[in-house]
Every structure is written in structure tokens, then in C-alpha cells.
């Protein structure tokens, strides 16, 4: 049994109330570990560990900070492996997929931002003969960072390394769900010799740990990713006591595939871009609208490529699909492909939970699925699903798949594909949505801006953007 504790002033301690959730393995079902459930106690000592070390931290050049980080990245590629098996039996996603994204990944938020943080630059304004004007940005002080269960270090990291690397000392939650990597990371922290109180891990419910973090008003900021209706609910507890907030919400991302595109690639990346991770990414793009000349020819390549994959195991070899994260998340995946039926969707392939053998007999498997049929306006076209589950939809003109495209309250991300690079640069420019990739998906530069528009969220985060939400800007005005 894995015995998670929270990481508080530098050392791992029992939560204060002496209460623990069970941690259950998805492809199994059974549980197999333990997590602190912590509650406003445990968040108050972490902020008084954290408020004790920042007025060190912060006077830290930018280079040594840093260098912390950088050890910290160093020590993460190095437990690789270990890291990996404990993400894959943590949220049932394919060991293969745990090694060459989410660690590597998790790896490169704290190198990139321990070596980008000494170039943070800010402006000087010179008027000639009257005054010079000069930028200063002061860390924010100590900030909250809650991340989700689908990419569980990748994007805890991507929260917390910004907020070290600029002076702020943090206060973070990992999901209840999939804390033992954040745990993990917790013992690199020590070993790395991070100063104590400088970051603060605390587990526990969204209700218990998250609601403490988000109301204490020693907190100055919230980095959230997660849900759209919970970031509603953060947003109602934070903006009237005027934290900073940045909200990355949830998607429904329209894919346009073009009669004119490169049908191989399209078809390809389209089958991954649907079911990396069961579909439990914000980025999935869950409603594929196909241009009508070559509409059949991809549904055919598309359900070709898609009975090739494999269900099974996480730690299998070949394993290309893995378990939900949850049997509660499993039924609302359920739920809606029974949603799907009865809204008229025609079912071209999966819909069914799957019944492994052996050690995974009890898992929370369900087939990749797929559906035609569906107008651009029905719930299934309309809500976040987040899982295996996508529709194929016709259209005719590109004024078609724009409406449809944005017609969802979401705008996170988009993908087009397409020879045309005038279209291109005029589909995606009509786009709402935070983030659109031409021919490629998922391919990120750690220094561009990322986030949604609409309900998917406020803010950016990544690159010099997450450096200035986790800092306050100054000017100062000296006359000459």
C-alpha cells in the first residue's frame, strides 16, 4: 500500500486530522494506496510555512532559483521510469504514453522555466529631457496552484515551476485522484535540497484542501485547471477578494479536415488527437467535421486505423488504450454514448465497456466510439464529454464548419487541416479558440501563450505569460 503524505515546511507529515482517502487503481479497481484528506488546517500551516520562506526565496537572484529548478528536472529525468509506472497505475493511462509525454513533459516545465527566468526582461520608457520611466515585477507572494487528474505531473509542474522560478512560494493540490507523482515529486523537492516552505504539497477533496486554498486570504493568486463548472465556482469565492486568477477550463474542439488536405496525415494524427489518454485531454478533439468529397473516404481510413488499436493493460506492452480514471468517470462516459443513441446518432464503432482477463478484470475499460449522424447542436455535439467518444459530421462550405465549429460555449483549441495556406490563415483567424494547429496537433513550444476563450478559461498560461501573472507590475518614474 503506497502511504502518501503531504509535503509541508520542507519535510512529509501526516495530515493534521489524521483522515486519509482511498487511492484506487483504475485498470484494476482495486485500491492500493492511501492520500491525506486534508482540510483548512493543513492549507493554514502550509501558508505559514510558505509566508516564512518567502521573504528568502524571493531575494534569491533569478540564476540560483533556477538552479534549483533545473536540479529538480534533472532528478525527474532521472526516476523516469519510476515516475512513469506510477502515472500510468495512478490514472490507467498506457505506460508507453507516460513515458515519452507526461514525465518528459513535467522534465521540461521545470528546466524551461529554471533557465528562462534570468532573460525575464521589463520595459524602460525614456521621455527625452522630462522623466525616465522603468518596470519593476514583484513576485505576487504566495499562490495557490490546483491542477487535474488527466495529465497529473505534466501539468502540476506546469503551474508550480513559473510560480517558484519568479519569487512566489506556492501552496499546491493535486488531484485526489492521481496524487502519487505530485508525492514523488514532494521526496525530488527534498532531495534537490529545495528551502523549505518554499513549496507546499497538500492532498486532499476539492471541497476539503481545494476550498481552503481558494478562500484563505494569504493566498494572493489561483492557477486552476479543471472543470468549467468548477472554475465558475472558484471564480464566485476568489473575485471578490481580488486574487489573481487563471482558469483553464474545459473543451469541446472542433477538428476541419479540408477536401484538399493530406488525407494520410490527416487520418493519422485525427485517431490520436480523439483518443490519447481514453480522450482524457482538454485538447482532444472530440467533433471531427469532414469535408462531403472525401467525407467517406476518411471514415473508412478513420475506423480502419481505430479497430487496430488496443484495450488493455496500461503496463502492456502494445497497449494503446487504457482505463478511465474512474468508475464514476467511466458511467458518465456511458452516460452519454446512451445520450448519443437517443439523439439519433448512428454508431460506427466501439460504445461498449470492455471485460478484460486477469489482473484487470475489474478495470474501467471502455472501447474507443465513434458516431455520424449527429446535428452540430445536439448535448453529445455540445458538452464535454472528456473521454473515448467522438462524432463525424459532413459539411459543404467553409462558412459550414465555421459556424459549426464555434458554435459551442467552448473555445479552447482547434485543428484544420488543409493545403491551402490562405485558408489556413483565414479559417483559423475565425476561429474562437485559444489555441488552433494547422496540419499537426498537440505540438507545443513551452514559450507561446496557452489557454481558451469564452468558458474555456481567463488568462494564459506558459512562456513570459505565466511569468507575469505570477508577478506584479511596478512602474516607477524618476525625473530628470
Not at 519568479?166 to 507523482?181: H, L, N, R, Y
Not at 506492452?317 to 462516459?333: C, D, F, I, M, W
Not at 455540445?382 to 459530421?393: A, D, H, N, R, Y
Request: aromatic share 8%; with cysteine.
Amino acid at each position: 500500500m503506497l502511504g502518501i503524505r503531504n509535503y509541508l515546511n520542507g519535510r512529509l507529515v501526516a495530515p493534521l486530522a489524521g483522515r486519509y482517502l482511498d487511492n484506487i487503481d483504475p485498470a484494476t479497481g482495486q485500491v492500493y494506496g492511501q492520500i491525506p484528506d486534508s482540510d483548512a488546517s493543513d492549507v493554514a500551516a502550509a501558508l505559514a510555512a510558505a509566508e516564512a520562506a518567502l521573504p528568502a526565496w524571493r531575494a534569491l537572484p533569478a540564476e540560483e532559483r533556477g538552479r534549483y529548478l533545473v536540479k529538480i528536472a534533472d532528478l525527474i529525468n532521472r526516476d523516469l521510469e519510476r515516475l512513469a509506472h506510477a502515472e500510468s497505475q495512478d490514472n490507467g493511462k498506457p505506460l508507453s504514453l507516460a513515458r515519452v509525454m507526461d514525465i518528459p513533459r513535467a522534465a521540461s516545465n521545470f528546466a524551461f522555466f529554471g533557465t528562462g527566468v534570468p532573460h525575464f526582461a521589463s520595459e524602460a520608457h525614456l521621455q527625452e529631457g522630462l522623466a525616465l520611466n522603468y518596470t519593476v515585477r514583484h513576485p505576487v507572494g504566495v499562490v495557490g496552484c490546483i491542477s487535474p487528474w488527466n495529465l497529473p505531473l505534466y501539468l502540476f509542474t506546469w503551474k508550480i515551476a513559473p510560480a517558484l522560478a519568479v519569487g512566489c512560494c506556492v501552496v499546491a493540490k493535486p488531484s485526489e485522484i492521481t496524487p502519487a507523482t505530485a508525492y514523488y515529486l514532494s521526496e525530488l523537492c527534498i532531495e534537490a535540497g529545495l528551502p523549505a516552505g518554499v513549496l507546499n504539497i497538500i492532498h486532499g477533496t476539492g471541497p476539503g484542501a481545494g476550498q481552503a486554498i481558494v478562500e484563505h486570504p494569504g493566498i494572493k493568486a489561483i492557477s486552476f485547471t479543471g472543470g468549467t463548472a468548477t472554475g465558475q465556482h472558484l471564480a464566485r469565492t476568489a473575485a471578490p477578494m481580488f486574487k489573481k486568477l487563471s482558469l483553464e477550463l474545459g473543451g469541446k474542439n472542433p477538428n476541419l479536415v479540408f477536401a484538399d488536405c493530406d488525407l494520410a496525415a490527416a487520418v493519422k494524427t485525427s485517431i490520436r488527437s480523439s483518443f490519447a489518454n481514453q480522450g482524457q485531454i482538454c485538447l482532444c478533439g472530440s467533433r471531427i467535421f469532414v469535408q462531403r468529397p472525401i467525407y467517406e473516404e476518411f471514415k473508412a481510413e478513420f475506423l480502419r486505423q481505430l479497430a487496430e488499436q488496443k484495450v488493455g493493460d496500461p503496463l502492456a506492452e502494445g497497449t494503446t488504450q487504457g482505463a478511465l480514471v474512474s468508475e464514476a468517470h467511466l458511467n458518465k462516459v456511458l452516460s452519454y454514448i446512451r445520450l448519443a443513441e437517443e439523439e439519433g446518432g448512428t454508431l460506427l464503432a466501439g460504445g461498449e465497456r470492455v471485460q478484460l482477463e486477469g489482473r484487470c478484470a475489474q478495470g474501467y475499460f471502455l472501447q474507443p466510439t465513434v458516431f455520424e449522424g449527429l446535428g452540430p447542436e445536439c448535448r453529445v455535439n455540445q458538452e464535454e464529454i472528456f473521454g473515448p467518444v467522438v462524432t463525424l459530421t459532413p459539411f459543404d462550405t467553409e462558412e459550414d464548419a465555421l459556424a459549426w465549429a464555434n458554435s459551442t460555449v467552448y473555445g479552447l483549441s482547434a485543428t484544420i487541416w488543409t493545403r491551402d495556406l490562405d485558408r489556413a490563415h483565414r479559417v483559423a483567424h475565425q476561429l474562437h479558440a485559444g489555441v488552433v494547429w494547422v496540419n499537426t496537433w498537440l505540438h507545443r513550444d513551452l514559450r507561446t501563450p496557452f489557454g481558451g476563450m469564452k468558458s474555456s478559461g481567463v488568462g494564459r498560461e506558459g512562456g513570459l505569460e505565466a511569468l507575469r501573472f505570477f508577478t506584479e507590475a511596478q512602474n516607477v518614474c524618476v525625473k530628470l
